[in-house]
Each structure stands twice: as C-alpha cells, then as structure tokens.
C-alpha cells in the first residue's frame, strides 16, 4: 500500500563539504546566494523555495556523482539570456563549466557547473 503524501515540495537539501568557509564563500561570493542561516557547523541559502544546506563533512572523500545518492542538482533558469549570462559569468570567475548545452533528453539547455567539492550543478531551462 502506498503512503501517497500530500506535500508541496521540498523544504531543504542538506549536503556535505569538505572546507565550511571555502563552500561558503564560493556560493555567496562567486554564485551570489545569500546566506540566510549561519553557525559553526553550517550555513544555508534559498533557491527558490528550497533552502540548500551545507554541513562539513567527515574529511575522508570527496564527492562522487557515479556512487550511489545526489548525481548533480538543478536550478530552474527561466530565460535563455539569463543561461547565457550566468555562463559567461562562471567563465570570467574561472568556474570550471560546460558552457550552455543542450540536453539530449528533454531538448533544454542547461549549463553544469562543479563547486569546490565537485559537486555538480546545473542551472536548467524551465
């Protein structure tokens, strides 16, 4: 029998970084998140109506998008000019991207982005 639940969406993502402050600054100050919530142990900012979440991690390994769990996350992007200005603006701030793509699947372009863990971003079409 399934639970079926009646929800809205997500409230958060909580993941794991390697170097608190490095993650940190790399949001705010290269993507230009605004962090809304900040401790010792962690810092959030929305996207959306989703709150991202990082937490430092055990310091063992760093992320990997072929093991099992989060394979990249993907940000709504509404404008083709806007794509195309946050890749210009990764490129000038030298953050490693693929430029803007197409996505063979759903025919949306998208641009990946990786933040100082590798974690994969992308900043996806609606």
């Not at 962690?42 to 991690?57: M, Q």
């Not at 063992?60 to 093991?67: G, R």
């Not at 806007?82 to 759903?106: F, H, S, Y």
């Amino acid at each position: 029998m399934a639970i079926n639940p009646k929800t809205p969406g997500i409230h958060h993502i909580n993941l794991r970084c390697l170097n608190l402050d490095e993650t940190k600054k790399f949001y705010r100050d290269v993507i230009g998140f605004p962090i809304v919530i900040e401790n010792e142990q962690l810092f959030a900012f929305p996207v959306g109506g989703v709150f991202i979440v990082f937490k430092i991690a055990d310091g063992k390994t760093q992320f990997n998008p072929f093991t099992i769990g989060t394979d990249h996350i993907a940000i709504i992007c509404e404008t083709e000019e806007e794509l195309n200005r946050i890749a210009k603006e990764l490129a000038d701030a030298g953050v490693e991207n693929t430029g803007v793509k197409l996505d063979p699947t759903l025919q949306k372009q998208y641009v990946a982005f990786k933040d100082p863990d590798r974690i994969q971003w992308e900043f996806y079409m609606a």
